[in-house]
């Protein structure tokens, strides 16, 4: 017998901190990825082109280069921290037809994303029953 292991499907185990980058450069930050952070107001985006690391740093709100943060679910204030990075995907040229996500690790107080590492594809609820080739055609 071949078994296979079940994919139960794209969603994070709370408790370990994870970074999605959804279709056409939004960030989202898990519960666990935004505390290690510190819980900012914004962040700065950094990237490190001889190693393909991108990095988030905790910024204050009034920094010019810093991407303010928000909760998805503004009206709880509960669930995944966004923020807005898709002139930061273009000037790396990071591939952002499929949202993948990445479990950073911490350096320096940044949170860090080896792109080195093949991301896990992430497929949203409303795409489960699309085969890959239906999803590349959208």
């Known amino acids: 017998m071949g078994f ?5 499907g794209s969603a ?5 901190p994870a ?5 056409r450069g939004l ?21 490190d082109s001889d190693n393909s690391l991108i990095a988030l740093k905790a910024v204050d709100s009034g920094d010019l280069n810093g991407y303010p943060v928000r909760r998805q679910n503004t009206r709880t ?8 990075g898709s002139m930061f995907t273009r000037y790396i040229g990071l591939d952002t037809s499929q949202a993948k996500r990445w479990t950073p690790k911490v350096e320096n107080d940044m949170l860090i994303v080896d792109l080195k590492q093949e991301g896990a594809l992430v497929i949203s609820n409303r795409n489960r029953g699309k ?3 239906e999803m590349d055609e959208e």
């Open 77 to 84: 204030g509960r669930g995944p921290v966004l923020v807005s």
């Open 19 to 23: 970074v999605t980058v959804q279709k």
């Open 4 to 8: 296979e292991v079940f994919s139960k």
């Open 12 to 16: 994070p185990v709370p408790t370990v």
């Open 27 to 47: 960030f989202s930050l898990n519960e666990a990825a935004y505390k290690l952070l510190g819980e900012p107001e914004a962040v700065h985006f950094l990237w």
């Open 131 to 133: 085969s890959a080739k």
